[in-house]
């Protein structure tokens, strides 16, 4: 059974920031849907239902906080859902929404995700000690410090390749207005030279700590008739396997290689660096950049810092990956992975302004989360999907 | 004995909310004496005010206009339960009810305390007034509670009577809202029973029955299959380190003091790492590949916990080969 | 839409789980439970989904071990709701209705007694005005169950009949933590403990965890000679605010009912964790004198968190299995005082003839 067609018609995001001390969350949750739903022409009461997805609650305070939301996210009245699927969640939220319309339930659904880390403190919400256990938990970025050493062993890469990745993101983010990072003059020598925080993670390596939210309208052919630029969705798909588990593969899990191969086959995809215009690839520490171009079959196993290297991975190089400055240039968690998608849409609708790809038709969207154990990823495109 | 290990967490942390403009101006009110809601687009003065329109969905006060309106300091109940036992942090400490209370001139009640010694001195439609805090910041809980009209003015008084503001002015941005939870965490049978080995200064493992991989500490569910993990397997006190990182940062509620490497230990015998300190050599020298053992605490300093094991150092011996480990990255 | 029924359900409710808030050690024997009634392996299941909660279990990503249940060797095409049970059902049908998948197995769990969950569960009110005050749960459902008395919908002894009823009804319901029913006259002679409500108005602590089966078409058929078909799902939400909304009525539970057929329902099981939300549920669907009502006992006599909502569909759709009903309804909700509904009907056939 063919799934119904579906389109992301409209994307809104919020300006990212440390702290967005004006508004409140669901302020937060506006500003994105509000600008989402403009793109699409739509209004609030159009919208048949509403998709919420955020990454812990503990890191807001507030249990579920859809059910506090409703309201002010115009969801009284209409159905609403909660995703949560660690850091993919983002990405997750969007596939939900998008099978809402591709399963034939709804015609436009409306899908925000958000984080307001300046509510509390990621590094303590992700870190509460666990009885009997070693409280030699770091964050994220203490666990995932060592995955990117055991890549650095087993590619062989040049050790400043991180520092490339980090150099590359933050200038493509001096194009986004939305970002919150617009660090001007980052080269790979200033990224070198900033501060080792997880040992081989450094400052500038890492993604920051942001206010911020995603929204997405996405609809069924019909609505999506009525938009200029449809983003066609090519492929959706969602898989986990476990954070840890005897002689798991860490570093190119599984579940990631899996998820790409699913992927690509149903966009009818056989050379993703050839097919794939632009790439926006959840990549929160930015040794990831090389590691999930190898794991999404963008380079072999081991090569994927050469690319990164070479600059094929800039604006203008052969697969641009994270033109808008990605997760490390702004990563409000929940949203980190929605924005991913979000851009992704926008790169086929040609709406991606001064970081905008030329011509580009096929873009990926991709989150990853937990320990590196769920991941979802789309395609989307500027032409309907055929058959 | 109960079947399964157990210790109380506490959960807490300050939340640092920031408002927007509309609990904003519902906070500046509290702190200045006055409890304020808004008027939405159905006619109805609402309290707290909607952020947002619950019919337009717009923005209260979004379009230029002033939909604030003040409300009295005394209201009708029109609903309130009887609360016999609080719970920590609640408004009041002792017996209390809550009461949903519609301020007079206000369409739709709003929730708080309400003291009053028995349920028997509360019922719907009795009139009440607003108890101020003694200070106020800014906060819901600048209202102390409700307290019966007809009582005597034992605390603040409300309305006209209630002290002027704070020394602070300026509009209300942010509030903080400390939430601290108590739990008691329960580690699984399996892990368990793995605590209670390294209390007796030994490290046992389980072998899957279906897989037949070593897991430390046991599993409920192997990952790979499902399956729980059943037969034990005393482990070796050596192994080798996979991965590492060094941690340089710092962060609340963080139990060691940084830099510290946490290092993935492969102990001989187990098919999985766990982690681990390596202490006794510089950070520097930590490598992969490097051989550790554990090194005990004082058997008096013994618990049901792998804290027993104070670290990992280095046993001096030759660095194992890549290949025994390149399958635990 | 594609004809997709409930093949399989399991439940575990106890009062205090001796075990860890991830539950894994719970869903092991479910999911076995699940694969003995469906003669499926975790292979067959093509598409995962949970529900669970951070605050409840009191840890961020409480949630990722329990895949370790499954066996995730494959990985596997999974999701996850901060939501109960019934929600995680509404993700694995819509996925099926995409066709990508014709299976589902879904769950939920929850260490209720972790915390103190009256208290926990302020953590899920509006967070500026309401949970610096902590309003706990038991507290926002006795001003809804006030305000019915006060308008004269139902009074004391409607509430004691509800849960008399369930008391006795959970005498046959092996999991149910709290059974055994005297009269009404009994439990009205008992002291009042939150005014207006008594301790048996109000659900158990309940620690537990759930499991459903869904499968299309012919897969559902080759699991059971009268699967349960879902021939009606719908949901929708609630403000928050307790004062904006009418407390006496449930506008989402109206609304997910009206967009069904519930002609013909035989039995209902309704997730009504105190006994004058049952009151409450039964008027917004409009369900006739003669229909059952949780003949399980219902959430009344065990509410495990996030497992609740989605038992009242395992309840009910074991009911169509047995013959005993030809259409039955499930109900589930969250949030204060039923703020958040789902309602679906279950058929013998999937026409959802009689």
Redesign the interface.
């Known amino acids: 059974m063919a799934k119904t067609p579906a389109a992301v018609i409209g994307v809104g995001q919020t300006h990212h920031r440390a702290r967005r001390d004006d508004v409140s969350m669901a302020g937060l949750c506006r500003e994105a849907m509000d600008r989402a739903l403009e793109d699409a022409g739509l209004t609030l009461d159009e919208v048949d239902a509403i998709v919420v997805g955020k990454a812990p609650d503990l890191f807001e305070g507030v249990m579920m906080p859809e059910l506090f939301l409703a309201e002010a996210l115009g969801a009284a009245g209409k159905p609403l859902l909660r995703v949560h699927t660690a850091g993919s969640v983002g990405g997750s939220t969007a596939i939900v929404a998008s099978s809402l319309v591709q399963a034939g339930v709804h015609q436009t659904v409306l899908t925000v995700a958000y984080e307001k880390q300046s509510e509390s403190n990621a590094m303590w919400a992700l870190s509460v000690p666990v009885p009997f256990n070693m409280p030699v938990h770091a964050g994220a970025g203490g666990y995932f410090a060592p995955h990117v050493r055991s890549y650095i062993r087993r590619s062989g890469a040049p050790t400043h390749i991180g520092a490339v990745v980090a150099a590359k993101d933050r200038t493509n983010a001096l194009k986004n207005p939305y970002a919150h990072l617009h660090n001007e003059g980052t080269t790979v020598e200033s990224v070198l030279a900033s501060q080792m925080l997880w040992d081989p993670i450094r400052y500038d390596e890492t993604c920051p700590s942001s206010d911020g939210a995603c929204a997405l309208v996405i609809a069924a052919e019909d609505v999506a008739a009525r938009s200029a630029d449809p983003a066609w969705i090519h492929g959706t798909v969602m898989r986990s396997e476990a954070t840890t588990a005897a002689e798991r593969d860490q570093v190119n899990p599984q579940a990631s290689r899996d998820a790409a191969a699913y992927l690509w086959k149903q966009a009818g995809i056989t050379s993703p660096i050839d097919e794939i215009d632009a790439a926006e690839i959840y990549v929160p520490f930015s040794w990831f950049e090389p590691m999930w171009l190898e794991s999404l079959g963008f380079a072999a196993e081991g090569e994927g810092w050469k690319l990164t290297e070479a600059g094929e991975t800039a604006m203008d190089g052969r697969i641009p990956v994270n033109c808008s400055g990605g997760v490390l240039s702004s990563n409000p968690i929940g949203a980190s992975g929605m924005l991913r998608f979000g851009e992704a849409a926008l790169q086929v609708r040609g709406r991606a302004g001064e970081h905008q790809v030329d011509g580009a038709r096929r873009a990926l969207g991709h989150a990853y989360g937990g320990g590196s154990q769920f991941f979802a990823m789309w395609v989307v495109g500027s032409e309907k999907p055929t058959g | 004995m109960s079947r399964t290990l157990s210790a109380p967490v506490t959960v807490a942390f300050d939340y640092t909310r920031s408002t927007g403009p509309v609990i904003g101006r519902f906070l500046t009110g509290l702190r200045d004496g006055v409890v304020v809601g808004a008027r939405t687009s159905d006619g109805r003065v609402v309290v707290p005010p909607p952020e947002f329109d619950p019919v337009t969905h717009r923005a209260t006060g979004g379009d230029g206009g002033d939909p604030y309106v003040e409300v009295g300091p005394e209201g009708t109940v029109t609903s309130w339960v009887w609360v016999p036992e609080p719970v920590k942090a609640q408004p009041l400490d002792r017996p209390f009810a809550w009461a949903l209370v519609t301020l007079d001139g206000a369409d739709v009640p709003l929730l708080h305390a309400l003291d009053v010694a028995s349920p028997d001195e509360a019922s719907t439609g009795m009139r009440v007034r607003v108890r101020w805090a003694a200070e106020r910041v800014g906060a819901i809980t600048d209202i102390a509670c409700f307290e019966p009209v007809e009582a005597g003015s034992g605390g603040l008084a409300t309305g006209a009577g209630a002290p002027s503001a704070t020394t602070v002015d300026g509009p209300v941005t942010g509030v903080v809202t400390p939430v601290s939870l108590d739990y008691v965490y329960a580690a699984s049978p399996e892990e368990s029973a793995f605590y209670r080995a390294i209390a007796e200064g030994r490290i046992v493992g389980q072998r899957c029955p279906h897989c037949g991989k070593v897991y430390v500490p046991p599993r409920s569910a192997c990952p790979a299959d499902g399956t729980p993990t059943t037969d034990e397997v005393e482990l070796s006190e050596t192994g080798t380190v996979t991965t590492f990182c060094i941690v340089n940062v710092p962060f609340l509620g963080q139990r060691i003091t940084p830099p510290y490497v946490s290092a993935y230990v492969l102990l001989d015998g187990a098919d999985i790492a766990f982690l681990h300190l390596i202490l006794d050599c510089p950070a520097e020298d930590v490598h992969m590949g490097m051989r550790v053992k554990a090194v005990w605490k004082p058997r008096e300093e013994w618990g049901t916990t792998i804290e027993n094991i104070s670290h990992f150092a280095p046993t001096g011996e030759p660095d194992a080969d890549y290949e025994t480990y390149r399958n635990h990255l | 839409?594609?004809d997709v029924a409930v093949v399989g359900f399991a439940q575990r409710q106890m009062k205090d789980f001796?075990?860890?808030?991830?539950c894994?050690?719970l869903?092991?024997p479910l999911?076995a439970e699940c694969y003995e009634q469906t003669g499926w392996t975790?292979r067959d299941v093509g598409f995962?989904c949970s529900g669970s909660?951070?605050?409840l279990?009191?840890?961020?990503?409480s949630?990722?071990?329990a895949?370790?249940?499954?066996?995730?060797?494959?990985?596997?095409?999974?999701?996850?709701?901060?939501?109960d049970l019934a929600?995680a059902m509404?993700?694995a049908w819509?996925?099926i209705?995409?066709?990508?998948v014709d299976t589902a197995l879904v769950y939920a769990f929850g260490?209720s007694?972790?915390?103190?969950l009256?208290?926990?569960?302020?953590?899920?009110?509006?967070?500026?005005?309401?949970?610096?005050?902590?309003?706990?749960t038991v507290?926002?459902a006795?001003?809804?169950?006030?305000?019915g008395i006060?308008a004269g919908l139902w009074d004391e002894r409607a509430m004691a009949e509800v849960a008399h009823r369930s008391l006795t009804d959970a005498e046959k319901n092996e999991y149910a933590v709290r059974q055994g029913g005297s009269s009404v006259e009994a439990l009205l002679d008992r002291p009042?403990?939150?005014?207006?409500?008594r301790k048996h108005d109000c659900a158990p602590v309940t620690d537990g965890a759930a499991a459903l089966v869904l499968a299309a078409g012919d897969r559902a058929r080759e699991v059971r000679e009268t699967p349960a078909w879902l021939t009606g799902l719908?949901?929708?939400?609630?403000?928050?605010?307790?004062?904006?909304r009418d407390?006496t009525r449930s506008?989402?539970t109206q609304?997910s009912g009206a967009a069904l057929d519930l002609g013909g329902v035989e039995v209902a099981e309704l997730h009504a964790p105190f006994s004058h939300q049952e009151l409450v549920l039964r008027r917004e669907l409009g369900l006739a004198d003669d229909v059952r009502v949780n003949p399980s006992g219902g959430a009344l006599v065990s509410n495990p968190m996030f497992s609740a909502g989605g038992i009242r569909v395992g309840e009910a759709a074991s009911r169509i299995w047995s013959g005993e009903a030809a259409k039955t309804l499930a109900h589930a909700t969250?949030?204060?005082a039923l703020?958040?509904n789902l309602v679906c009907t279950l058929s013998s056939t999937p026409e959802g003839g009689n």
């Open positions: 839409m594609r001796d075990g860890s808030p991830t894994v050690e869903l092991v999911f975790r995962w909660s951070d605050y279990a009191g840890r961020s990503f949630f990722v071990q895949v370790d249940a499954i066996g995730v060797i494959p990985p596997v095409n999974e999701s996850h709701v901060e939501m929600w509404y993700e819509v996925k209705q995409t066709g990508e260490k007694s972790a915390g103190v009256r208290r926990t569960l302020a953590l899920q009110l509006e967070p500026y005005t309401m949970t610096p005050i902590w309003p706990d507290s926002l006795g001003l809804q169950a006030r305000a006060d009042v403990y939150a005014d207006p409500l719908s949901h929708h939400v609630d403000p928050i605010g307790l004062g904006v407390l506008p989402s609304r969250s949030g204060p703020q958040q």
